[in-house]
């Protein structure tokens, strides 16, 4: 279609994009990274077609695939994506902390995936054999509710008296404005998430339908809570109502949140307090898996250093 309807006078631009998703199906730590790669060049297979329209129509679709290769992160299934990206933090050391680092943390994953595949060819017994100590390790964090930043980190009686006053006097301070938030958001919220775990669908569609689901009941609640508001106490109470929905609601998300990340630390820290070994018996696998991620690294490197070479 493109190449019958791009002209010399009114050329047509390709330009590949990409998305990649983080929990796409919750609000607030959701979120979407849109990649925009560099136009596709179509001038030669415009003119091809006039020639060889089967050739044009098969080298534009093979830049196509390319180009688009290049903008996602291309993993069999979301466990293997998810795998990709616990490999990369331990090569990196660390989380993103902003919009920049995510979009370096995408590149870094997208390098983890072209390699994975690469080494499915050369070695995929040593391959499967990484996989499966990923996973192993993975697993492992999440059950005693840690993270590669919670086993690195310092545990000097200093540190987790500061640590603690600086994450729990928010949470106390602020849990009068959230629960105000959480009572007038609770039916709707229920009702949300009712409706969407009944339809049973993929993250990227839960995504979607918590958007639809939501648009409808929360001003139909919002609409109810507004009139017993207004029977109540009034007008004044009714405004009082409506200044407070939206800046309590999302006070109490940001409290949620910020309340199952503390939760999370501290069950992480009690469990290294009670099991001392434990810190460092995750401190050396993770040394371990780093050493042979770098392993095969290099393997990767030297694999494509002799392909240049017999190219050359």
């Known amino acids: ?32 990274l849109v990649l925009v790669g560099p136009p596709v060049r179509a001038d030669d297979c415009v003119a091809l077609y006039r020639r060889d329209p089967e050739r044009a129509v098969r080298e534009l679709t093979d830049r196509l695939r390319e180009a688009l290769g290049r903008q996602i992160i291309e993993a069999d299934d979301r466990q293997t994506l998810r795998l990709l990206g616990v490999v990369e933090t331990l090569w990196r050391g660390q989380a993103p902390a902003s919009t920049g680092e995510e979009t370096a943390r995408v590149a870094a994953i997208q390098q983890v ?25 993975s697993k492992d964090l999440e059950r005693f509710g840690g993270s590669n ?6 545990y000097r009686p200093g540190l987790v008296l500061r640590w603690t006053v600086r994450e729990a006097l928010p949470l106390l301070l602020g849990f009068p404005l959230a629960l105000v938030g959480m009572l007038l958001h609770a039916i709707p919220y229920w009702l949300t998430a009712a409706v969407v775990r009944a339809l049973g669908r993929t993250d990227e569609e839960e995504a979607t339908d918590k958007i639809l689901a939501g648009t409808v009941f929360y001003p139909l609640c919002w609409g109810v809570e507004g009139w017993v508001a207004w029977r109540i106490g009034g007008g004044w109470a009714l405004g009082a109502l409506l200044l407070a929905l939206l800046p309590t609601g999302f006070f109490a998300l940001g409290w949620q949140e910020r309340g199952r990340r503390v939760a999370r630390e501290t069950r992480a820290f009690l469990r290294f307090l009670a099991d001392r070994d434990l810190r460092r018996h995750l401190l050396a696998r993770r040394r371990e898996l780093v050493d042979e991620i770098a392993a095969l690294a290099q393997l990767v490197e030297s694999g494509r250093g002799s392909t240049d070479a017999t190219r050359g």
């Open 1 to 32: 279609m493109l190449l019958r309807a791009a002209t010399e006078t009114m050329p047509v631009v390709l330009l590949p994009l990409g998305l990649v998703f983080h929990e796409p199906g919750t609000f607030r730590t959701g979120w979407a």
């Open 113 to 137: 995936a072209r390699a994975r595949h690469e080494l499915q060819e050369r070695v995929p017994e040593r391959l499967a054999a990484l996989r499966q100590r990923v996973e192993i390790y």
């Open 149 to 154: 930043a919670e086993i690195r980190a310092s």
